[in-house]
T-cell receptor, first 114, second 118 residues
Framework: DSGVTQTPKHLITATGQRVTLRCSPRSGDLSVYWYQQSLDQGLQFLIQYYNGEERAKGNILERFSAQQFPDLHSELNLSSLELGDSALYFC?????????????FGEGSRLTVL | AQKITQTQPGMFVQEKEAVTLDCTYDTSDQSYGLFWYKQPSSGEMIFLIYQGSYDEQNATEGRYSLNFQKARKSANLVISASQLGDSAMYFCAMRETNYGGSQGNLIFGKGTKLSVKP
């Protein structure tokens, strides 16, 4: 158990819909990262937050947005869903400084868009 | 740009034997970190081992060791005494260059699927 909690574990929805994925980082971790894992693209970095502020953006679509709340949990919002958005979405956390940099991953949220 | 290359899409190993999973990386940074993760069929990503670019010794964690050859820019994972439970995807990753004050995210390779045969 990494200590990172993601909900829901599985989600099935239709094209055009909007979903919200939730992540609770390990206790005390300030940095949260979101990744998308699909068969053809592998593990793609989406976005990073540090103590409530956006720190880095990767290959995140404009239809996707995220935020980190004062209690450090984070949400990834996916809107106008397309079939190609079907993937495993990971949240990961780390303390943010003074460590070697390994990320601790949640179990992922598997999104299926029909 | 930084890049991680894993050239072995799939590997087979006999139970109790050792196996090496290849990873090469490309970076112009002097300071960097390399990581290996395991992803079993259940999907979670499990951190295995870390090697810092300035570490003189190869990292070891139980049955996992990292064969770090800096001049060749390779960071191969060696699993000794393979077990059936080692069957999984294995990802090599590098910490991205610092920017914006953060330590950066991890860049992952495409992964190697390891199958352990009884």
């Amino acid at each position: 158990d990494s200590g990172v909690t993601q909900t829901p574990k599985h989600l099935i929805t239709a094209t055009g819909q909007r979903v919200t994925l939730r992540c609770s980082p390990r206790s005390g971790d300030l940095s949260v990262y979101w990744y998308q894992q699909s068969l053809d693209q592998g593990l793609q970095f989406l976005i990073q937050y540090y103590n409530g502020e956006e720190r880095a953006k990767g290959n995140i679509l404009e239809r996707f947005s995220a935020q980190q709340f004062p209690d450090l949990h984070s949400e990834l919002n996916l809107s106008s869903l397309e079939l190609g958005d079907s993937a495993l979405y990971f949240c990961a956390s780390r303390p943010g400084s003074g460590d070697t940099g390994e990320l601790f991953f949640g179990e992922g949220s598997r999104l299926t868009v029909l | 740009a930084q890049k991680i290359t894993q050239t072995q899409p799939g590997m087979f190993v006999q139970e109790k034997e050792a196996v090496t999973l290849d990873c090469t990386y490309d970076t112009s940074d002097q300071s960097y970190g390399l990581f290996w993760y395991k992803q079993p069929s259940s999907g979670e990503m499990i951190f295995l081992i870390y090697q810092g670019s300035y570490d003189e010794q190869n990292a070891t964690e139980g049955r996992y060791s990292l064969n770090f050859q800096k001049a060749r820019k390779s960071a191969n994972l060696v699993i000794s005494a393979s077990q059936l439970g080692d069957s999984a995807m294995y990802f090599c990753a590098m910490r991205e260059t610092n920017y914006g004050g953060s330590q950066g995210n991890l860049i992952f390779g495409k992964g190697t699927k390891l199958s352990v045969k009884p």
